[in-house]
């Protein structure tokens, strides 16, 4: 490339290559290049003499001059508008080093002279360039927003996304035109995901019919949601399984949503909307009755083989299967296998639990009273079968174990019951 070239000619030549005792400003205006570009590669030469050999006809000068910590400004501004496509990119890259350290103290005039150097850069026909802006955008709150808007307007997602992620506010008619215009999902899904988004970027966000950047914005729990328009995504979410979870999350839910959700969301989940402190006692009674009446879910093939007629004997995982399918993989009989036969144990957990073994094994080897209480509820047995996790497969001492509350119900909420599955199936590398 071009830019390896230059550099390899001038751009590690250092200030000792001008001869003792010379003039640096008789050798900048000296008819051999590389005597004018050792003068604008030197750490000492002055400014204006930098200033002056920005305009050099020669591009490694040029480069020099743009790779000089000592250039000013004025001479920055000038090589950002540059012929040569690898000295602008050599001038974002400096100024993308330097402008987050040094913003805050520079004086007024100097700042206003980088901003006018940033906004070149920002309307380059170099995409990498225009991409160094915005990269710098992403975490510069001082960034002026009018060029954060002409990023995020960009004609390339990859320069708009990052742009959009400006911690600044941007005015939210522009977010929306931003919305209106994309052609690409990304940069929706981008705007979806920016802090405390009004109501017409939703509308904006929810017409653009885009699923992953509708869960975005669901996710989002600054974003201003009208009640109405969010009842709506909840009648049409039973069948999108991603946008499940942050509805059922999402702040100021309905009780009429909540109700609705409760009749189509996974057990999990209506689990988690029950234990939702902010819903009155009526809306989660009707929530539990959902839950209660609701059918049990069928049986995969997968799953469960067809009944078979006798019990297998050699096979832990077949001998489950087998009980599943027949009802008959009981409390008790997990139980009994309790430091046996742990395969059984993590087959028999596994299909109750509807966990992959291995999430149920690291729970299992885990040696946590929560995660083996969690396990036993997510299984659907009683607090009973976690006591006896706690006492005879991890052999946990009295004080480290969970006791069941009076009446022998479980000693954790729905909720935090579900945070420790979460946990460890985030422990457990996705398809294992």
């Known amino acids: 490339m071009m830019r390896t070239a230059l550099a390899r000619l001038f751009g590690r030549r250092p200030a000792a290559m001008l001869p003792a005792g010379s003039d640096p400003k008789i050798l900048a205006l000296s008819p051999q290049p590389a005597l004018r570009g050792a003068v604008a590669a030197a750490a000492d030469t002055p400014p204006e003499l930098l200033y002056f050999l920005a305009r050099d006809r020669i591009p490694a000068v040029r480069l020099a001059v743009a790779r000089n910590p000592g250039t000013p400004r004025q001479a920055d501004l000038l090589l950002a508008l540059d012929d040569v496509p690898e000295i602008r990119t050599l001038v974002a890259e400096k100024i993308a080093g330097a402008v987050e350290a040094h913003s805050r103290n520079e004086t007024a005039q100097l700042w206003q002279l980088t901003v006018s150097v940033l906004e070149a850069l920002a309307h380059d026909n170099l995409t990498s360039v225009r991409l160094l802006v915005a990269e710098m955008a992403r975490g510069l709150e001082r960034m002026p927003a009018d060029i954060v808007t002409s990023l995020g307007r960009d004609r390339s997602a990859d320069v708009a996304v990052p742009a959009l992620g400006y911690p600044g506010a941007i005015a939210e008619q522009d977010l929306v035109e931003i919305v209106a215009r994309a052609t690409d999902p990304r940069v929706v899904g981008a705007v979806a995901g920016r802090p405390a988004i009004g109501p017409q970027v939703v509308r904006e966000i929810v017409g653009s019919g885009d699923s992953a950047a509708i869960r975005t914005l669901l996710e989002n729990r600054t974003a201003e949601i009208p009640p109405q328009l969010l009842d709506g995504l909840v009648e049409r979410a039973a069948p999108i399984q991603a946008w499940h979870e942050p509805l059922v999350r999402r702040p100021a839910l309905s009780e009429g949503a909540a109700i609705r959700l409760a009749g189509f969301v996974a057990e999990r989940l209506v689990r988690v909307l029950q234990s939702r402190a902010d819903l009155d006692p009526a809306t989660t009674s009707a929530i539990a009755t959902l839950l209660q009446d609701r059918p049990p879910p069928p049986v995969s093939a997968e799953a469960s083989p067809p009944v078979a007629t006798a019990e297998p004997c ?119």
């Open 314 to 432: 050699d096979n832990p995982l077949a001998r489950a299967r087998f009980h599943y399918a027949n009802g008959s993989l009981s409390e008790d009989l997990v139980g009994a296998a309790l430091g046996s036969d742990q395969d059984f144990v993590i087959a028999a957990l596994a299909l109750r639990s509807r966990l992959p073994p291995a999430v149920v094994n690291k729970i299992l080897v885990s040696h946590s009273a929560k995660g083996l209480t969690s396990l036993a509820w997510k299984s659907g047995y009683t607090m009973r079968l976690a006591t006896q996790l706690q006492l005879r497969l991890a052999r946990l001492p009295p004080k480290a174990r969970l006791s069941a509350n009076s009446g022998g119900s479980y000693p954790l909420t729905p909720a935090e019951m579900e945070w420790q599955i979460e946990f460890f199936q985030s422990l457990v590398p996705a398809g294992l």
